[in-house]
C-alpha cells in the first residue's frame, strides 16, 4: 500500500530529526505509528466491552462524590 502525507515544515524537520536518532525510514515510523494507534484503539475497545459486560453482570453505580470518598480523595 502506498500513501502520500503532508507535512508542514516544522513536523518535517521533527520527523527527519526522530528518523535519523532512531535509524528509522519514513515507512518505518508511520508504519509504527499506525500499529501502535490501532493497538491502542483496539485495547481501550476491549477495556470498555469487558467493563460493560460486568456492568450488566451487576449494575451498580456510584455518584462520582462517594468514588471520592471511597478513594479518599
Known amino acids: 500500500m502506498t500513501f502520500e502525507i ?7 524537520a521533527t520527523l527527519q530529526r526522530y528518523m535519523k536518532d532512531m535509524n528509522m525510514s ?3 515510523v508511520a508504519r509504527q505509528a499506525i500499529m501502535e494507534m490501532i493497538f491502542d484503539d483496539d485495547a481501550a ?4 466491552n469487558q467493563a460493560m459486560e ?16 471511597r478513594l479518599g480523595i
Open 45 to 48: 475497545l476491549t477495556a470498555y
Open 54 to 69: 460486568e456492568y450488566r453482570k451487576n449494575p451498580v453505580s456510584y455518584p462520582v462524590e462517594e468514588v471520592w470518598k
Open 26 to 28: 519514513v515507512s518505518e
Open 6 to 12: 503532508t507535512l508542514n515544515d516544522e513536523d518535517t
